[in-house]
């Protein structure tokens, strides 16, 4: 059995290095939205795969980390970062271009991590999360699987939050922890 739950953000980038001239040479913003998909081996004492509601904590803080948010790949110019990081309280550098498919691999393993590295205590199986869609536009969305992992070489350590962004994160600490495992 599958439950998907779904989340948003309002975010901005550019694509370095792929075929779109407009994508690729200029800063634009999306409304994506990002279904995250688990399973379990069993159901909680509430007949669930994974309460909904256990979502909207770390989960949700990191999709809504790229909310109003200029995402940016760690190999740009310098010159072209500190500008960002100067005049834009919200931001994220990491270390993949921002494509529809670098968000769901980084959100897939995000997840991944996060219910990893949590304690459930409502008689919870062993959930996973069997997979990530961003939907970039209303027309195009990237999935990346549990065995996409291996795609791209992504450390979720690399991915660097504003310190704005991470002042707005529910229950800092314990995600700063969890995320320090
Ligand atoms: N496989 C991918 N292709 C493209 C991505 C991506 O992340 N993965 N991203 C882009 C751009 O970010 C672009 O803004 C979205 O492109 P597109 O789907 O062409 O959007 P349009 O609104 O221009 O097209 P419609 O067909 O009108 O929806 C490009 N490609």
């Known amino acids: 059995m599958i439950i998907r739950k779904k989340f948003k953000f309002e975010g901005a980038h550019i ?19 990002v279904e995250v998909f688990f399973t379990s081996n069993k159901l909680d004492n509430g007949y669930m795969i994974l309460d909904f509601g256990l979502t909207k904590k770390h989960i949700e803080n990191i999709i809504d980390s790229f909310d109003h ?7 740009e110019k310098e010159e072209f970062k500190n ?19 670098s968000y769901s691999l980084m959100f897939l393993k995000f997840i ?19 997979s990530v869609r961003v939907h970039e536009t209303k027309t195009g969305y990237a999935e990346a699987f549990r065995e996409d992992m291996e795609l791209i070489e992504l450390d979720i350590k690399k991915v660097v939050f504003s310190k ?12 700063i922890k969890i995320l320090s495992f």
């Open 15 to 33: 694509v370095r290095n792929c075929s779109t001239n407009r994508c690729k040479k200029s800063i634009h913003g999306h409304s994506y939205i």
């Open 69 to 75: 948010a200029y995402s940016m790949w760690s190999e």
């Open 83 to 101: 500008f960002f990081k100067t005049n834009s309280e919200r931001w994220i550098e990491m270390p993949v271009s921002p494509s529809a498919e």
């Open 112 to 130: 991944d991590h996060i219910l990893k590295h949590t304690t459930f205590s409502n008689a919870e199986g062993d959930v996973l999360v069997t």
């Open 164 to 175: 704005e962004v991470i002042n707005e994160w529910k229950e800092k600490d314990e995600l």
